[in-house]
């Protein structure tokens, strides 16, 4: 047996085959000596393509028919494209890798795909890119990334959103990440899927991949490589234990949130894609406090469209039923990255353009958003929130162009209700100035992991620095009181939706700063109303 620590950040305990999913390593672009070793290189990997993708083809015809396997059919042709043939040769001869050629090459090609009108071609962009990529972790020795039947504890480096946002989460027991923090992007989906999870893990990816079965104790924040027995029975022991808790909760089902003294707090769930509204449910939320809509971003090739925005809005609004839902406009940026956005490299991508600034910039995006929530509103009780809110002028501005959309939609005849436009506080600025941007705001919900990144001047990403990134601080504690006083003041409700709102320690504490709306993972509702039903203040 191998044991070690990381930090816990959600508890449980899971058992079982470990898979460790390792990033394919970008090969630095090294001038290359000899172009025709690179060029036989290359052309080795892509009959290795050839052969890969004909045993898809063959797999996908036996199990879904032609037409669907049309697609690889399609990036089989591309493989004889004599245009990226040409590119890559090019690039060869000018001294790139092979790997780097057909990377860059393809990326290229799916760039210009992606700049047409047709909407056929532009969708060959995402093909176009699957294929160089194949042909690099040909190059590369990259093997991919071999899910087993079944569940699975899942070790890696780290995670990035749009990484997670591609792995089958039902079958997920438990994340385990070397690097991450407690309110990085991995943790959040680990408490909104209910799995105990750790982050900053000492464990070395070849050992977990070497073991036969993996354990995390969540609540320690141990792990075990094939455990002996003595560990496997004190895991069990505790596994049933935090079964029992769950079912003794069941108690605070379908109550109110209310304290001993009369004072209410809405408990409500955070969320990344309509699936996740289903978990609110079944949670027994009493709301969304929080939809990242930029999940529906994630993980693909082309901007979504306004319908299919729109979609999965109607979705979480007629899951939700007359509950609250709110949904945050896009907030890309900083550790949430897409490319086909065509944003450039920043050097600081946590202070430069992301959420509304984005939105601000690019009416291209912010529209669609906008005219799908509003669509939307027909079918659910939504509101919109826009992060990364600094200044009153930015919240003008965007309400501004909200009301223009409002007005456009009821002009084409569609039915539309009123939707409360309210500011994500998350930056100290918004923080400071809450009784001014409150004259302009319908509501407040705190993101406590960016205004403590920002507030500290502490990175959330950054594993070195967990010391310093202290959610107690009282900088922080008066910013956050000053907040909810603004709000009380202006007669307007105020939250808090970052990781924050299910910490047990501050339950009481923001209850009695005014706070009347807690957002949280899913699997944190019940707990945090047995806290709240059980509290004097
Ligand atoms: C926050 O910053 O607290 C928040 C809820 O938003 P995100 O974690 O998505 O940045
Ligand atoms: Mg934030």
């Not at 085959?17 to 052309?43: G, L, W």
């Not at 003794?248 to 409500?268: D, I, P, Q």
């Not at 027909?378 to 501005?397: Q, R, T």
Request: hydrophobic share 45%; net charge negative; proline share 4%.
């Amino acid at each position: 047996m191998k044991q070690g620590q990381g930090l816990p950040v959600f508890k449980g305990v899971a058992i079982g085959p470990a898979v460790v999913y390792r990033k394919s390593e970008r090969i630095q672009p090294v001038a290359c000596s000899n172009p025709e070793a690179e060029q036989k290189k290359f052309d080795d990997a892509r009959e290795t393509a050839r052969q890969q993708l004909q045993n898809l083809y063959d797999r996908a015809v036996a199990q879904l028919g032609e037409d669907q396997a049309a697609i690889i059919e399609v990036q089989m042709l591309m493989l004889d494209d004599l245009d990226y043939l040409d590119a890559v040769s090019a690039a060869i001869a000018d001294g790139a890798a092979a790997a780097t050629a057909a990377l860059d090459c393809g990326e290229e090609f799916a760039q210009f795909f992606a700049a047409l009108d047709d909407e056929y071609m532009k969708a060959r962009s995402a093909d176009i890119r699957d294929l160089s990529q194949r042909i690099y972790d040909i190059l590369c020795g990259n093997t991919g990334f071999q899910l087993p039947e079944g569940s699975f504890l899942l070790v890696a480096e780290d995670l990035a959103p749009s990484e997670t946002i591609q792995l089958p989460r039902e079958r997920i027991l438990a994340f385990i990440t070397r690097q991450g923090s407690s309110s990085s992007h991995t943790a959040i989906l680990a408490r909104t899927l209910n799995i105990p999870s750790l982050v900053q893990a000492d464990i070395e990816l070849d050992d977990a991949e070497n073991c036969s079965v993996l354990a995390v104790d969540g609540f320690t924040g141990n792990w075990y490589a094939d455990p002996d027995e003595q560990t496997m029975t004190m895991l069990k022991t505790k596994q049933a234990e935090a079964a029992a808790d769950c079912a003794a909760l069941e108690a605070y089902r379908g109550r109110e949130s209310v304290t001993k003294s009369g004072k209410k707090v809405l408990l409500c769930a955070n969320i990344g894609c309509p699936e996740d509204a289903e978990a609110a449910v079944a949670a027994d939320a009493e709301g969304v406090g929080l939809m990242r809509s930029e999940f529906l971003y994630l993980g693909r090739d082309t901007l979504p469209t306004e319908d299919e925005l729109f979609e999965a809005y109607k979705k979480v609004g007629q899951i939700m039923g007359e509950r609250p839902v709110v949904i945050r406009t896009l907030d890309i940026g900083a550790d949430k990255q897409v490319s086909y956005m065509g944003l450039e490299h920043e050097e600081n991508p946590a202070l430069g353009l992301r959420g509304l600034r984005i939105c601000l910039t690019r009416e291209d995006i912010f529209r669609p958003q906008l005219r799908a929530i509003y669509r939307a509103s027909a079918y659910g009780n939504l509101s919109i929130m826009f992060p990364m809110v600094a200044s009153v002028w930015e919240l003008k501005k965007a309400k501004a162009l909200c009301a223009q959309i409002q007005q456009e939609l009821i002009a084409e005849g569609l039915p539309v209700r009123e939707v409360p436009i309210g500011v994500m506080v998350e930056t100290p600025a918004a923080a400071v100035l809450a009784h001014e941007l409150a004259k302009e705001a319908a509501f407040f919900s705190v993101g406590t992991n960016d205004l403590t990144q920002y507030t500290l001047a502490v990175d959330r990403q950054n594993a070195k620095l967990g010391d310093f990134y202290d959610p107690y601080h009282p900088a922080l504690m008066a910013l956050l009181a000053h907040i909810a006083k603004s709000a009380n003041e202006a007669g307007i409700w105020a939250g808090i939706c970052g990781e924050l709102g299910a910490d047990p320690k501050l339950t009481e504490t923001f209850i009695k700063m005014g706070y009347t709306e807690l957002s949280m993972a899913p699997g944190r509702v019940l707990e945090t109303r047995r806290l709240v039903c059980e509290s004097e203040v």
